[in-house]
């Protein structure tokens, strides 16, 4: 019997992979139970011991665009268009939010899940894709509290909202193509836990959150769009609010679009390259 056994295919055969052949999308699409668990988890936990609790989803958004609206609006007196600046900065944060939060949870989550990583087979990617449903669930309530605050602020939705689900993705293709970069990285190289969120705080100051596009100086502008997140946050914003939101740039939306996705493939290669190494290293 044991002869037998011993003869038998194995269930599963591990080779190391490199390119494209590397990716896989279906092996991680068999461990999708795991995906969800893992993201369930995380949705449990985050707010488990704070006094609080899930409030602070709306609070975090609530408060930065208070904070926006009082120092760009108030103290240095920047214009919002016909958008109040509040619902405007609200808008930016919103977007701003599912980003930031995809990018920096998927980066850390291959060091903060180690022992899993050293013990347990199963396609890594599996992490920082799972930082994905917690982070919409939270764009969920947020996006609901800003359906709330369009009718008293009298802004009425656009057929621009159909679009929405469109710069979502993209926003959510360009964090995890970082995060799959910033991850691999920071396993052998834990300094990139420290420079990673140095560079997010640039980003939110050098993308258009908190003040409109028109307030960037005309010659920098078209330097400006070269950070992918400005064609996308305007959109969104465009099809939430309206033309006095955001402005649609078909030319420079491409390029963000194209970026998004090219970083995303890039990421999980280098991602899937990186991966035969990761219980070895971390």
């Known amino acids: 019997m044991d002869a037998t056994l011993s003869q038998s295919a194995p269930l599963l055969t591990i080779r190391a992979r490199s390119g494209w052949a590397a990716l896989n999308l279906a092996e991680a699409w068999q461990f999708r139970d795991l995906l969800f668990s893992l993201a369930g988890r ?7 011991q704070t006094a609080l609790g899930v409030a602070w989803v709306i609070l975090q958004p609530l408060i930065a665009a208070a904070l926006f609206a009082f120092v760009f609006g108030k103290i240095a007196r920047l214009s919002s268009g016909d958008v109040p600046y509040f619902l405007f900065a609200f808008a930016g944060m919103l977007a701003w939010n599912v980003f930031s939060t995809t990018l920096s949870k998927s980066s850390t989550c291959l060091i903060g899940n180690a022992q899993l990583i050293s013990k347990v087979y199963f396609p890594r990617v599996i992490l920082p894709l799972s930082t994905v449903p917690s982070a919409l669930i939270d764009f969920a309530v947020a ?54 969120p140095v560079v997010t705080q640039f980003l939110l100051y050098g993308s258009p959150i908190a003040y409109r596009l028109a307030e960037v100086p005309a010659r920098f502008r078209a330097l400006y769009f070269f950070n992918p997140l400005t064609g996308l946050l305007e959109a969104f914003r465009w099809s939430l609010l309206g033309p006095g939101g955001g402005q649609l740039h078909s030319g420079y939306l491409a390029y963000s679009a194209a970026f998004s996705i090219a970083l995303f493939l890039v ?16």
């Open 143 to 196: 996006l609901a509290l800003l359906f709330v605050l369009m009718p008293v602020y009298g802004v009425v939705p656009s057929l621009g909202m159909l679009l929405l689900p469109v710069w979502l993705f993209l926003l959510l293709v360009l964090a995890v193509g970082s995060g799959l970069i910033a991850s691999a990285l920071t396993v052998s190289y834990r300094d990139v836990q420290y420079i990673l």
């Open 42 to 48: 995380d949705v449990r936990l985050r707010y488990k």
């Open 267 to 282: 990421g999980m290669v280098t991602f899937k390259n990186m991966e035969r190494k990761f219980a070895d290293v971390i």
